[in-house]
């Protein structure tokens, strides 16, 4: 059974930082490309950044030189590092697996201005 377990969330102000962190359990993590996307109410859940096997990163443009996506393969963990949140930030921020498909269940992040 495979699980993803999100934590790190929280609410912060505006200018502030935080570490999201994401357990894979179930499967081989080491050879699965990782991502994290952000979801706020009445909207479509949007990509933030992926890293695949040979931790090569993209980023969406909202969050290019803020926010860093990295893993550890020896923790089965992907990490993302925000850095200068602003409020446009806030939302449930979800890791995911790529081919397979598997969602983990959320942390919810709030940047108060």
């Known amino acids: 059974q495979v699980q993803l377990v999100e934590s790190g969330g929280g609410l912060v102000q505006a200018g502030g930082s935080l570490r999201l962190s994401c357990v894979v359990s179930?499967?081989?993590?080491?050879?699965?490309?990782m991502g994290w996307y952000r979801q706020v109410p009445g909207k479509q859940r949007e990509f933030v950044a992926n890293i695949n096997r040979g931790s090569s990163t993209n980023y969406a443009d909202s969050v290019k030189g803020r926010f860093t996506i990295s893993r550890d393969n020896a923790k089965n963990t992907v990490f993302l590092q925000m850095n200068s949140l602003k409020p446009e930030d806030t939302g449930v921020y979800y890791c995911?697996?790529?081919?397979?498909?598997?969602w983990g269940q959320g942390t919810q992040v709030t940047v108060s201005s």
């Open positions: 179930g499967i081989t993590f080491r050879f699965i490309p």
């Open positions: 995911k697996t790529y081919t397979p498909d598997y």
